[in-house]
């Protein structure tokens, strides 16, 4: 089977749809399917750089995906592609109609604004009565947590984070561009702090490709010891399995923190972050809106505080409550349980 799957990654978007897709792409690949990656720049390309797949740079305008139809087509003809997979915001109902009637297709949705005309309809991380809406045109919806695309180490079982007594590290990690520069407000309230819980914890910053606070936040761990700066980790599923809490954004990242297991309080960027924070409602700690400046600094000491207060030893119980809920919500093996049902779904359409 010939799979084609459309993203897009960026300093505007940043850099979830790809790292999604990439889960999703190895999952394809491990059914024995032959995947290419097709984005529209260079930009997009360069997150993807190196994972083994082939990709396609359409050289066109992320944000108006109804003028690379033609180019596209082109594409999937040549191929021959049996199933395209669609990940963006952009694209409308005009959009889906036109491939449909070229290839089998798949969308992941995440902020239910129409009703999407495809053959496979992908919800796992907003649901409840808006997903329910939208998915009149679909052949067929896959939905719920346990369809979250996350890379395959996640669903093994040994991935499971140890529930200390006391907290010793704490994992902050805010998306590939942090256009809110939430790391840096976090780390400088963190320096700040005279809360005890913080005294001999280390506190990791991840900050992402795309993010332009990578150098004031080296600046900040060389006057703290107690921070580290990381950037292009390589293994992020043993780095989480080695924190106690976590500070994140409601992406994808947060997926993953659920199936390790590690307590967090999570933050939105934008409207795509809002229908998981309701999903997750009573698991992780909602730290508000960071959508704009005001509302960043708020999410930030909202965050911290409620790391400060979790962490505590006489909360420890607490702690390893959270991390059952964490890990209820997804077995990290949602991007093959996805796949196989795409997969058997379109071979029974042809």
């Not at 907003?126 to 919806?141: I, M, N, W």
């Not at 910053?205 to 107690?226: C, E, F, P, W």
């Not at 229908?275 to 960043?296: I, N, Y």
Request: net charge negative; hydrophobic share 45%.
């Amino acid at each position: 089977m010939r799979i084609d799957i459309r993203c897009d990654g960026n300093r505007e978007i940043a850099s979830g749809h790809v790292r999604r897709c990439l889960a999703l792409a190895d999952a394809f690949d491990r059914q024995g399917a032959a995947v290419r990656l097709i984005v529209a720049d260079s930009e997009s390309a360069a997150l993807a750089e190196g994972c083994g797949w082939p990709i396609v740079v359409l050289q066109t305008d992320y944000r108006r995906p109804d003028g690379e139809i033609a180019l596209l087509i082109g594409e999937l003809k040549q191929n021959r592609t049996d199933f395209l997979l669609i990940d963006s915001y952009f694209v409308s109902q005009s959009y889906l109609e036109r491939l449909r009637g070229i290839v089998r297709t798949g969308y992941i949705d995440d902020l239910h604004a129409f009703s999407y005309p495809v053959d496979l309809l992908l919800q796992y991380a907003c649901l409840g009565p808006l997903a329910e809406g939208v998915r009149g045109h679909a052949g067929k919806c896959l939905a719920g947590t346990m369809f979250a695309p996350l890379r395959n180490i996640f669903g093994s079982e040994d991935m499971r984070m140890p529930c200390r007594e006391t907290v010793q590290r704490i994992l902050v990690t805010t998306g590939g561009a942090d256009a809110r520069h939430m790391a840096l407000r976090i780390a400088r309230e963190f320096c700040d702090s005279k809360e005890p819980v913080f005294e001999d914890v280390t506190f990791s910053l991840v900050v992402g490709s795309l993010s332009d606070d990578y150098q004031a936040l080296k600046t900040l761990a060389g006057k703290d010891q107690r921070i580290e700066v990381l950037q292009n980790v390589e293994d992020m599923a043993a780095l989480m399995k080695s924190s106690d809490l976590a500070i994140t954004a409601a992406g994808t990242t947060l997926f993953e923190l659920c199936a390790v297991g590690v307590p967090a309080a999570a933050f939105v960027f934008g409207p795509d972050q809002e229908g998981v924070m309701e999903t997750l409602q009573g698991v992780v700690f909602d730290a508000g809106s960071a959508r704009d400046a005001a509302g960043a600094e708020s999410s930030a000491h909202a965050a911290l505080q409620w790391v400060a207060t979790t962490g505590r030893l006489e909360n420890a119980e607490k702690r390893r409550m959270l991390s059952e809920r964490m890990r209820n919500v997804t077995d990290g093996k949602g991007a093959m349980r996805a796949t196989v049902a795409m997969c058997e779904y379109i071979r029974n359409l042809k």
